[in-house]
């Protein structure tokens, strides 16, 4: 008779030790992670000086032409966008995001479709620019364009 209730005893060990590790959830209830947000990969991600170089101002003694940047955000990733906008590098050689870089934020809304925002770039000089949308998950970025500081405009 003890021996059984040994038996029985390491039976219900055993099964409390693989319910603990296996746990009792199936695929089905787990939660469905977020992501980030996605941008449309088209010629919707413009970034083109506006009129002849013409456009812009002298900001410290420096003339800056505008550039209009134009993107488009196809899915929030699963919650809300809580912010978006552009981010640029004045070199060719980095990758801007939100922490390195420049950035200009559009807007705080949760959004999908189109944006844009002009930003001024200094003449002569080249530019990496990205569109970005940060959600709770973390920030998306749209693709890396180049974008050009144009020319001296004649006064």
Not at 32 to 46: A, D, L, R
Not at 47 to 69: A, K, M, Q, S
Not at 71 to 76: K, L, S, V
Request: glycine share 12%.
């Amino acid at each position: 008779m003890e021996t059984s209730k040994r038996n029985i005893y390491r039976v219900l060990v055993i099964f409390s030790l693989l319910f603990a590790l296996g746990g009792c959830s199936s695929d089905d209830d787990e939660q469905q992670e977020s992501k980030v947000p996605t941008f449309k990969s088209t010629s919707n991600n413009i970034f083109r000086p506006l009129g002849d170089g013409g456009n812009g101002e002298y900001i410290d003694n420096v003339w800056h032409n505008t550039v209009r940047c134009s993107a488009n955000i196809t899915d929030n990733g699963g919650s809300a966008i809580i912010e978006y906008g552009f981010c640029w590098v004045e070199n060719n050689t980095e990758t801007p995001t939100v922490e390195k870089g420049n950035k200009i934020k559009v807007g705080t809304s949760d959004i999908t479709g189109d944006y844009s925002a002009d930003i001024l770039v200094k003449t002569g000089k080249s530019y990496h620019v990205r569109a970005y949308a940060r959600n709770s998950s973390g920030v998306g970025y749209g693709e890396l364009k180049s974008a050009f500081g144009g020319s001296l405009s004649p006064r």
